[in-house]
């Protein structure tokens, strides 16, 4: 079992739609919790940073993390072409381990 | 966030050739890079973890003779890859965090194409 899992998509939708993408992991040392959207050819552009359980709000982005089930999200309002991306969940656990990345979901929104 | 550079963004090269990647932190001092290996349509791979002064230390399965990292100064890692060959095609990106945080934030830099002919 991989110590994160992240549906790999693809995941299309219409402009304007919810988009909810998700991660599980296993290793319940875990405290860092990022999003990172990843644009074809470039590097990973951080987008959301969370430490602990809670909700984080940016925007039209939400992140959730909920460490009792083991269970992350990203929520994305009005969605528009330009959120067409890979979209890597990555934590850690504290000091300085290093970061595991989820497989990625590949988002594709529509006109 | 944070700025880091990479260079070159994509490079072609003969096989038993040696090729040199850069990674500059440019506007903060980066103690610790990262340097990772993506295939595509597939997450990153951590490679190695590269500390200035001292020695990178490799994931396992990672050979460090062929995959050599330096770490001289506080703003710039390398990775040099050794003697190519076609499956080391493939797109290498690096990775720093600030000094000054151990909130866990990884700044990215563009990344670099590999195609070994």
């Known amino acids: 079992q991989k110590e994160v899992e992240q549906d790999p998509g693809p995941l299309s939708v219409p402009e304007g739609a919810i988009v909810s993408l998700n991660c599980t992991y296993s290793?319940?040392?875990?405290?860092?919790f990022m999003w990172y959207r990843q644009y074809s050819r470039k590097g990973p552009e951080l987008l959301m940073y969370?430490?602990?359980?809670g909700n984080k709000e940016d925007g039209r982005f939400t992140a959730q993390v909920d460490k009792s089930s083991k269970y992350i999200s990203l929520f994305i309002r009005d969605s528009q072409p330009s959120d067409s991306a890979t979209y890597l969940c990555a934590m850690r656990a504290g000091g300085y381990n290093k970061l595991i990345f989820g497989a990625g979901t590949r988002l594709a929104v529509h006109p | 966030g944070a700025v880091v550079s990479q260079h070159p963004s994509w490079v072609i090269c003969k096989s038993g050739t040696s090729v040199k990647i850069e990674c500059r932190s440019l506007d903060f001092q980066a103690t610790t890079m990262f340097w990772y290996r993506q295939f595509p349509k597939q997450s990153l791979m951590l490679m190695a973890t590269s500390n200035e002064g001292s020695k990178a230390t490799y994931e396992q399965g990672v050979e460090k003779d062929k995959f050599l990292i330096n770490h001289a100064s506080l703003t710039l890692s390398t990775l040099t890859v050794t003697s190519a060959h076609p499956e080391d095609s493939s797109f290498y990106i690096c990775?720093?965090?600030?000094?000054?945080?151990?909130?866990?934030?990884?700044?990215f830099g563009e990344g670099s194409r590999l195609t070994v002919l």
């Open positions: 969370t430490y602990s359980s």
């Open positions: 990775s720093a965090r600030t000094s000054a945080t151990n909130t866990g934030e990884l700044f």
């Open positions: 290793n319940s040392a875990f405290q860092y």
